[in-house]
Structure formats: structure tokens, C-alpha cells
């Protein structure tokens, strides 16, 4: 199997790299401009009015940019239509106006979407480096429906597209293409007025038929960075100082309808409830932004997906409330990453995550708790200050207490403290593209004695740092540290925990102390790669975390005690033939270990991926694993080999610009001892209409594993580590739809039933992990419970928004969710959730409003 893979591999590579390119590549013009002149709206001149129509005396005095260039699919050749732009500028506005020449105009595609919604659609966009620091900008653009979106980019080539600014632009169709006017107003950008005069500037388009993408200067895909390739806007002056404060106050009433308990005293239904809060923004300094949130709500946030978590782990879940969201670039310094996804020192979900405290109902007696931590009051501060980015941020919660009522007298009891966390980020960037950061957090927290189980506080921080040379190299790396500090019990939890296991019998580097009031750990990286280039690039990695490193408190950490190496090679093409658009072909190599020396995992992979003229991309990749040693095997007892194992797994996506498009996932996997999954993640998007779009997913999965653990038992003065042989199925589909009435006016529907059933057999007790056959590690073992399960969610959120006015909206929400639990392993989908539907359900109804305010 494997020696076929390669020869198939191998095969596609010299076939697909075969045939001439279609065009042969352009290079730059030489001479091209790189500056363009900002021109002046005279004073008394007419207001210039933003209706898609350019039609004052003064755009025909500025400047036209014409000499656009493709992005792709042929690097540095002619765009196929000519686009046109102009820039002015008055004493708080910068306007942009864009004529993008189209000989067939009645094909131009205009999706009408909610805002920042990057459909398969045409677009024009506006990128504004107001620092002009060659690293961060502001994007603006607008798609033929009117449908806008902005972004702010970091880093010189990260972007975050939940930063909203408060902005204007109007679209007109005309019989040659179709044109945009920006109004991008001076307070939403961030520079110093008094010594600015130059910006970075570049332009964009997008043609959506031809999949063509042309900037205004050249901004190469094969070269490393993307706001470092701007071109400069030049000739700007400020005669009056600009409006710097925001603020956006807001007003919420909901309703929440639930099953009663009959009897109960604590709970009510329908149960209302109504608060207010303000979000600010100050421009405090040139450069410097301080946002703020004053009992901040987050209730039309979509709820996170259901998940069935049988490892030891915690399950990451993505930030979704928006005070978060945005800017969260600011503050990431990032320790674990996996095909581009990171966790690190900042995870804001700690911050109003549900109560760590679990209270139970006395007998004869009824108990309730918050499901959440509330939030009183959040701050940050982000910007720059000379060459260095900072970002500082803190937030302050509340104590959370369970209501007890026995006999009609009612107690309260502590489940969370009142705890502040803290980040300071600060970043110094050079003209080269490189960088040395800086960050530290800390969490502190109030603790009552039915607390003390908690730390008291935790600190982390760290150095992390990005070297470029020669233009298309990089030697990065951090070297990180962690302190937690407690009572005794707090800290004897942490150590016990599946993230550190300094519990387990076979551990040899380190020692389980019930004694300790602190523990304390370091980690480190360093990797180097080539980050660039036409034709190939490459990266070894080498990590590592001592056993006592935690973030946890205020990061996001699956695991100590780990030391990692890792390679990767890229052979790539992204010249298109008449066959396909672009090419890449990866080798991966990859070992871990603990620190007693053990082997946990290595393998190796080699995928390929491919985008084909018609627009279809495919790739398929498989990895072979070698055996392991899984420390964490007993959660907390002695730990076992794994069996070698191979994976395959591909995908195919049709054409994203059709009314109609799909996808599926594929994927299997086996160690030829009894372990196997097969799963099948299909998709299709319907649009029957410009502004209505419909969606649904399915992610249907088998899986069997051969030594699935269940539990530790006590039983004659022994410990046995009890497994079983667990079959499981698991359905979950997801479904939305998005109804766009207007480009301010959207109405999403958003729902997810899943069912996962797990049926458990052959149980067996673990005897001796290490013994070399997998027969020889577990014996048969009479466990009389019964672990099968079967758990069946429902959850659907509902959001109608109304941008009434630029930076006020109204929300109209309504959220639902079911849940049921049974001990059957059977899965009966359509029986289990008419069965599920039968069951009492939560409903929230809520409806916020807020208006923006700028002073």
C-alpha cells in the first residue's frame, strides 16, 4: 500500500506539472509607480457625495492608478479588464474611488450577504497602512450587491476580519463594469497627525468568473509578507485634530422558557430578565486605542457545537463574542499549532467560562448555578508606541454562588470566585520583517475555603521572536514560563490532572508531592524555514515543556512533559497550465517524547493538493505511525504502548462560484489490531437567489476501538485500570440559513442535532503496558456496570440584525437547545432524535439594542 501511494504520488506530481503555462509570467514593469499622490478637496469645494458616482470637479484632478497587476492565477501578467482608481482627501475623510471596467457587465457576481461575509462574489478593497510601518493595515471593500466587509492585518500577512470599523461606500452598476466610492473616515484609522504624511497603500479586485485577482502594486503571492509590498500614499496634511471617542451603549431585555420542576422553588418560567452596558473606544494617544466594555453581552453569539469526549483532554473551543474576537492578534503568542491552528498563553474563554464548582441538590432539596461567569467590566489597550506593537488588556468577574433551597429555607454556596486576568503584549518590529515579542498574564483570584481547591494565582510569560534573512528565510522560536500558586489540595489537583500525571507509578523524571503550594515549569522552540518561493519551501521544528509547565489558568495547554521534533518540505507551483491553477506536494515527518525518555508517537505523511482551471480543488494525503507510548493511557496509572497505524484521508470541492456547490471529507484509519474509524464529512450550499443562502453539513463517523479506557477500580487491595472494546456512532448535521433582505439587514437560522452512541464489550484490565505484543498487555476482566451511552443535542440560534444606522444595530434573538442521555449503545438516529424532540426544550428569547455614538 505504501510503495503504490508514493509511485501515485510521484505519478500526479510529474503529470500535473508537465504542461506549459497557458501565458507566459510578466515580470514587473520596470518603473512601475510605487507612490501615488493623496489630492486635496479644496476648501468650499462641493461635499463629496458618496453615491457610487464620482461625478465631482475635483476626482478629475487626482491622479488615476491604472497599472494593475495579477495576483493570480498568472503572477505578474495583465489583468484581463482595466480597473481605475482615484484618492482624495479632506480634513477627516479619505476617499477612494474605483472604475473597474467589465465588457460583459451582466456576468458580474454581487452576493448579497451579511457584512464581512467573502463570498464567491467580485470585490473591490481599499488597504490602508496608516501607521506605514509596513506590517499592520486596514482593509475596506465592497462587492457589486453593496456588500461590505473590512479587516485589519498584523504581522505583515495574519489578518482578523471581526474588526469592524464605522465607514461608507456605494456601489453603481454602469453599461462598461461598475464602480465604488469609499468615505473611510481618519478617526477609524490609527496614526500620529501631527508627523504623518505618508501611508502604505495598495488596491484591490477581484474578478469572481475568471478567478482572477489583481492588485495595484504587484502584490506577489511567491514573495513572503503582504502589507510589506505596499505602495506609498503620499501629500496628506491634517488642519484639525480628529474625533477620538466612541462610545456605544446598549440595552437588553430577555425571556428564558424551560422545563419547571414541579415543586421547585428556584426556577420560574417564563423567566425574565433586562440589563444595560456600554462598549468605548479612546483614542488615548496617535496610535493608541483603549476599548472597553462595561457589563459586556454576548447573547447573540452562536452556541458551540455538541461533542462526545472520551480522551482525557479538554476540548478547545473557538472565541465567538466579539469583544474578543477582534484584535485578538494583539495578544497571541502562540505555543502548539497544528496545520495553522494555534493555542498559547492568552485563551480569552477562560475568561466567564462556566463555575468550576459543581453544587448538588441536598436530599429533600433543590439546588441551582450560573451557567457562566458574569463578566463586570473589560478593558484593553492596543496599538503603537514608536517601533514596538503593544497590546495590554484586563478583565474582572464576578463571584458566582449556587442556591440552595431545603424546606423553604434558602443558603447560598460558592462555585466560582471573583478573579481578575491580565495581559500585557508587547511586540518590537524591524524594517526587515522581523520581530522580538514579549508577553506576560496573570490570573488572581479570591478564594473562599470551598475554593481552595483552585490556585490562588498564576503568572506566565515568555519571549518569542521571528528572524527573516535573505528575504525568504525565518528562524523563530519562544522560550516560555509558568508559576502557579495554592493551597495544598489546588496544587496536589494540578499535578494529578491528565495535562501533568506527576501521579503515575512508572514516572521516573518527576515526583508526585500532595505537599507542594506551587509548582512551576518552562517550555521553549525553535524552528527554522523557508517561508517563501515559486518552488519550494521547507521547516524543522524542535519543541519541548517541562513536566510542571501549566498555562491554564488564563492559556490553553493539553499537556506537559512533552519534548517534539518535527520536518516539512513543500514542492509547490502556482503557475497555472491547462490544467490546473496550482500544485503542492508536502512530505511531513514528525517524533515526540516524555521526559523519562519515552517515545510517544512518530510518523510520517506526504499529501498533495491541488486547484484545477475549472475551479475544483482535491487532495488526499496518508500517514503512517510507528508504535507509541501513550503516559496518559490509565489517566493517571501506568502508561502503555500503542500499535502502529496507518491513515488516509481525502477531499474534493467543486466550483465556489456556482449557485450550487458541494464538498466531502473523507477518512480511515486503522492499526490492524481491532482499532479502526471510517468516517464521511459531505456539505452543499444552494443559493436560489442573490441574498439567500442555504447550507447543511453532515459528519457520520464508525469507529471501534479495541482498548478504549473506562475506569480505575479499587478491588482487593489493588488498582485495576478497566478497558473495554467500545463501538461507536456518531451523526451530527448542521444546518443553516442566511437570508440577506438588505446589506444592514440579515436574518440567520442556525441549527445542530447530533447523536453519538458508544456500545462497550470484551472488558479487559491493563496487566503490563510495555509487554511488546498487544495480546500480552490487557487480560479479560469481569466489570459489571454498564458504560454504553447514547447521547442525543439539539441546538439552534436564530439572529435577526438590523444595522439601523452606521455602527447601531438591533438584534432580535432566539435560541433553543435539547438535550437527552440514555445507556444504550445502539444508535437509532431517526428513532433517537424523535425521541429527543419529545423532551422538554430551552428556549431564550432576548432582543438588544445599541447605538453608536463619536465624539
Avoid at 260 to 289: C, H, I, Q, R
Avoid at 395 to 400: F, G, I, K, L, Q
Avoid at 738 to 749: A, D, F, H, K, R
Wanted: net charge positive; with cysteine; proline share 5%.
Amino acid at each position: 500500500m505504501r510503495t503504490k501511494a508514493i509511485a501515485f504520488f510521484a505519478v500526479l506530481a510529474l503529470v500535473l506539472w508537465s504542461g506549459a503555462p497557458t501565458r507566459a509570467a510578466a515580470n514587473d514593469p520596470t518603473g512601475s509607480a510605487r507612490s501615488v499622490a493623496a489630492t486635496p478637496v479644496p476648501a468650499g469645494a462641493t461635499a463629496i457625495q458618496i453615491d457610487g458616482a464620482p461625478t465631482e470637479d475635483v476626482w478629475a484632478k487626482a491622479p488615476a492608478i491604472t497599472d494593475f497587476l495579477q495576483r493570480r492565477p498568472a503572477e505578474g501578467n495583465a489583468p484581463a479588464y482595466q480597473t481605475e482608481a482615484r484618492v482624495l482627501f479632506d480634513a477627516t475623510n479619505l476617499y477612494v474611488a474605483v472604475t473597474a471596467a467589465d465588457p460583459e457587465p451582466g456576468k458580474l457576481v454581487g452576493l448579497r450577504t451579511r457584512r464581512d461575509d467573502l463570498t464567491a462574489s467580485d470585490w473591490l478593497s481599499v488597504y490602508v497602512d496608516s501607521f506605514h510601518d509596513k506590517r499592520t493595515a486596514y482593509e475596506f471593500g465592497v462587492n457589486p450587491a453593496g456588500v461590505k466587509y473590512d479587516r485589519y492585518w498584523f504581522n505583515d500577512g495574519n489578518n482578523d476580519i471581526s474588526w469592524d470599523a464605522v465607514w461608507d461606500v456605494a456601489v453603481t452598476k454602469t453599461a462598461t463594469g461598475w464602480r465604488a466610492e469609499f468615505r473611510i473616515p481618519f478617526s477609524q484609522l490609527r496614526f500620529n497627525p501631527s508627523t504623518t504624511k505618508t501611508f502604505g497603500f495598495a488596491l484591490g479586485r477581484i474578478i469572481q468568473r475568471r478567478d482572477e485577482a489583481s492588485t495595484w502594486p504587484l502584490i506577489r503571492r511567491s514573495a513572503s509578507g503582504f502589507v510589506s509590498q505596499f505602495a506609498e500614499l503620499t501629500g496628506l496634511s491634517f488642519s484639525q485634530p480628529l474625533r477620538k471617542f466612541e462610545l456605544t451603549p446598549y440595552a437588553l431585555g430577555q425571556a428564558t422558557v424551560k422545563p419547571v420542576e414541579k415543586g421547585n422553588p428556584l426556577s420560574k418560567s417564563p423567566d425574565p430578565t433586562g440589563t444595560f452596558g456600554l462598549d468605548m473606544k479612546y483614542a488615548v494617544a496617535p496610535g493608541l486605542t483603549l476599548t472597553a466594555s462595561a457589563n459586556p453581552d454576548f447573547g447573540q453569539v452562536e452556541a458551540d457545537p455538541a461533542v462526545v469526549n472520551l480522551s482525557g483532554f479538554e476540548t478547545f473551543f473557538p472565541e465567538k463574542r466579539p469583544f474578543f474576537v477582534e484584535g485578538s492578534g494583539n495578544f497571541s503568542f502562540d505555543i502548539d499549532c497544528e496545520d495553522g491552528d494555534c493555542t498559547g498563553l492568552f485563551y480569552s474563554r477562560r475568561i466567564g467560562r462556566t463555575p468550576h464548582r459543581f453544587v448538588s441538590a441536598p436530599s429533600g432539596g433543590y439546588a441551582t448555578a450560573p451557567t457562566n461567569t458574569t463578566i463586570l467590566g473589560a478593558a484593553k489597550l492596543t496599538g503603537r508606541v514608536g517601533k514596538f506593537s503593544i497590546g495590554a488588556l484586563n478583565a474582572v468577574t464576578s463571584s458566582e454562588n449556587a442556591t440552595i433551597s431545603v424546606n423553604g429555607v434558602r443558603s447560598s454556596s460558592p462555585v466560582e470566585p471573583a478573579s481578575s486576568y491580565s495581559v500585557a503584549r508587547a511586540v518590537r518590529e524591524f524594517s526587515n520583517r522581523s520581530r522580538i515579542g514579549f508577553m506576560a498574564t496573570s490570573t488572581n483570584r479570591r478564594l473562599s475555603d470551598e475554593l481552595k481547591f483552585l490556585p490562588a494565582n498564576a503568572f506566565t510569560g515568555g519571549t518569542d521572536f521571528d528572524w527573516r534573512f535573505k528575504g525568504k528565510y525565518s528562524l523563530n522560536g519562544y522560550v516560555a514560563g509558568s508559576t502557579v500558586r495554592g493551597s495544598a489540595d489546588a496544587i496536589a489537583g494540578i499535578q494529578r490532572s491528565t495535562v501533568h500525571s506527576y501521579q503515575r507509578p512508572d514516572a521516573e523524571s518527576f515526583d508526585y508531592d500532595p505537599t507542594r503550594t506551587g509548582l512551576s515549569g518552562h517550555a521553549g522552540s525553535v524552528g527554522i524555514g523557508k517561508i517563501s518561493g515559486k518552488y519550494t519551501m521547507f521547516n524543522s521544528s524542535f519543541g519541548y515543556k517541562s513536566p510542571g509547565f501549566d498555562i491554564n489558568d488564563l492559556g490553553f495547554q493539553s499537556r506537559a512533559d512533552e519534548i517534539s521534533q518535527s520536518n516539512w518540505f513543500q514542492i509547490r507551483s502556482d503557475t497555472p497550465n491547462k490544467w490546473r491553477r496550482s500544485l503542492n506536494i508536502n512530505f511531513n515527518q514528525w517524533s515526540g517524547y516524555n521526559f523519562d525518555g519515552d517515545r510517544r508517537y512518530s510518523g510520517a505523511n506526504i499529501n498533495s493538493h491541488t486547484t484545477l482551471t475549472s475551479n475544483w480543488s482535491m487532495g488526499m494525503g496518508i500517514n503512517v505511525n510507528g508504535r507509541g507510548f501513550a503516559d496518559r493511557l490509565t489517566r493517571g496509572g501506568p502508561g502503555g504502548y500503542t500499535n502502529p497505524n496507518q491513515s488516509v484521508w481525502a477531499y474534493l470541492n467543486s466550483d465556489s462560484r456556482k449557485p450550487f456547490t458541494f464538498y466531502v471529507n473523507i477518512n480511515a484509519f486503522t492499526d490492524h489490531k481491532n482499532s479502526s474509524n471510517a468516517g464521511i464529512s459531505p456539505g452543499l450550499t444552494w443559493r436560489p437567489r442573490s441574498g439567500v443562502a442555504i447550507s447543511t453539513s453532515f459528519n457520520l463517523s464508525k469507529s471501534q476501538s479495541d482498548s478504549q479506557w473506562i475506569t480505575n477500580l479499587a478491588d482487593q487491595g489493588a488498582t485495576r485500570y478497566v478497558f473495554g472494546h467500545l463501538e461507536q456512532k456518531t451523526v451530527g448535521i448542521t444546518a443553516r440559513v442566511n437570508y440577506t433582505i438588505s446589506p444592514t439587514l440579515t436574518l440567520q437560522i442556525y441549527a445542530q442535532p447530533f447523536v453519538a452512541a458508544g456500545d462497550y464489550s470484551n472488558f479487559k484490565e491493563l496487566k503490563n503496558g510495555r509487554a511488546d505484543r498487544y495480546e500480552d498487555r490487557y487480560a479479560p476482566y469481569a466489570y459489571a456496570s454498564n458504560p454504553d451511552f447514547n447521547f442525543r443535542s439539539f441546538r439552534t440560534t436564530n439572529v435577526l440584525r438590523w444595522e439601523y444606522r452606521p455602527g447601531s444595530a438591533l438584534f432580535v434573538v432566539w435560541q433553543q437547545g435539547r438535550e437527552d442521555f440514555a445507556n444504550d449503545g445502539a444508535l437509532r438516529y431517526g428513532g433517537s432524535l424523535s425521541d429527543l424532540f419529545g423532551k422538554p426544550s430551552t428556549n431564550v428569547f432576548l432582543v438588544k439594542f445599541s447605538r453608536w455614538l463619536n465624539f
